[in-house]
């Protein structure tokens, strides 16, 4: 066995930040004539904002133009960033600071793998940029989760090979993408959703010392 490395999803894992995500997408949605439900919002996420806009007028029963989507979507993204410019350290995730301190405390190398392209103002917001090593995000990737492509890039800028990634992931295409690529895949969230996962937890204050030194193989 080699040297593991570690990979984090971002929204829903680090930061949630999908409650932004929802809130833009309901506006929108409100000022298009149709309403948009939370549970609704579930299948928005890991998928990019392209294709949610899509889903969003396909739940609307609305068509439109190609220069409607793009005003749409610059709007939706506005918005969101205007939430995302109010973050602070309190909205890490609860847990989430304890592990990441555990990680640097034994040299593990952290990367992030996010389909986010507001992952690293999302990072500087919170106080987390400098522990990251490597940001995958949407910027540097052409396919969507279960695709592997962010977690084979983010495991090939750390230096660690797929068996040796352990990935923490909240979305069920994420799980299937790090087991897709031969990885280890830790599911944050509902275990009845993430049942492909090789381990899940609710959240990172479940997680222990002793279950990361056995994932690490550190004695």
Same mark, same amino acid.
């Not at 640097?104 to 090593?133: C, Q, R, T, W, Y």
């Not at 695709?147 to 799980?175: K, R, Y």
């Not at 299937?176 to 937890?201: C, K």
């Given at each position: 066995?080699?040297?593991?490395?570690?990979?984090?999803?971002?929204?829903?894992?680090?930061?949630?930040?999908?409650?932004?995500?929802?809130?833009?997408?309901?506006?929108?949605?409100?000022?298009?004539?149709?309403?948009?439900?939370?549970?609704?919002?579930?299948?928005?996420?890991?998928?990019?904002?392209?294709?949610?806009?899509?889903?969003?007028?396909?739940?609307?029963?609305?068509?439109?133009?190609?220069?409607?989507?793009?005003?749409?979507?610059?709007?939706?993204?506005?918005?969101?960033?205007?939430?995302?410019?109010?973050?602070?350290?309190?909205?890490?995730?609860?847990?989430?600071?304890?592990?990441?301190?555990? #990680?640097?405390?034994?040299?593990?190398? +952290?990367?992030? =793998?996010?389909?986010? !392209?507001? $992952? *690293? &103002?999302?990072? %500087?917001?919170?106080? #987390?940029?400098?522990?990251?090593?490597? +940001?995958?995000? =949407?910027?540097?990737? !052409?396919? $969507? *989760? &279960?695709?592997? %492509?962010?977690?084979?890039?983010?495991?090939?800028?750390?230096? +660690?090979?797929?068996?040796?990634?352990?990935?923490?992931?909240?979305?069920?295409?994420?799980?299937?993408?790090?087991?897709?690529?031969?990885?280890?895949?830790?599911?944050?969230?509902?275990?009845?959703?993430?049942?492909?996962?090789?381990?899940?937890?609710?959240?990172?204050?479940?997680?222990?010392?002793?279950?990361?030194?056995?994932?690490?193989?550190?004695?």
């Amino acid at each position: 066995m080699g040297k593991k490395g570690i990979i984090f999803d971002l929204d829903g894992v680090i930061v949630d930040t999908a409650g932004f995500h929802y809130l833009a997408w309901k506006n929108l949605a409100n000022e298009l004539g149709f309403d948009f439900t939370e549970e609704q919002n579930e299948s928005f996420k890991g998928v990019s904002r392209v294709r949610s806009l899509e889903l969003l007028l396909e739940i609307g029963g609305r068509t439109a133009t190609q220069a409607e989507k793009d005003v749409w979507l610059k709007k939706k993204n506005e918005e969101y960033l205007s939430y995302i410019d109010d973050m602070t350290k309190d909205d890490i995730l609860p847990g989430v600071k304890k592990v990441l301190d555990y #990680l640097v405390d034994n040299k593990v190398p +952290i990367a992030l =793998g996010s389909a986010s !392209k507001n $992952a *690293k &103002p999302i990072l %500087e917001h919170v106080g #987390l940029l400098p522990i990251f090593e490597v +940001i995958v995000d =949407g910027t540097n990737v !052409k396919k $969507a *989760k &279960p695709d592997p %492509e962010v977690f084979l890039i983010g495991a090939s800028q750390l230096g +660690i090979v797929n068996e040796d990634t352990i990935v923490f992931e909240d979305s069920i295409a994420g799980i299937q993408a790090a087991n897709i690529a031969g990885m280890t895949s830790v599911g944050i969230g509902d275990p009845g959703v993430l049942n492909e996962a090789q381990h899940n937890f609710h959240d990172f204050t479940e997680i222990s010392t002793q279950f990361l030194d056995n994932l690490l193989n550190i004695t």
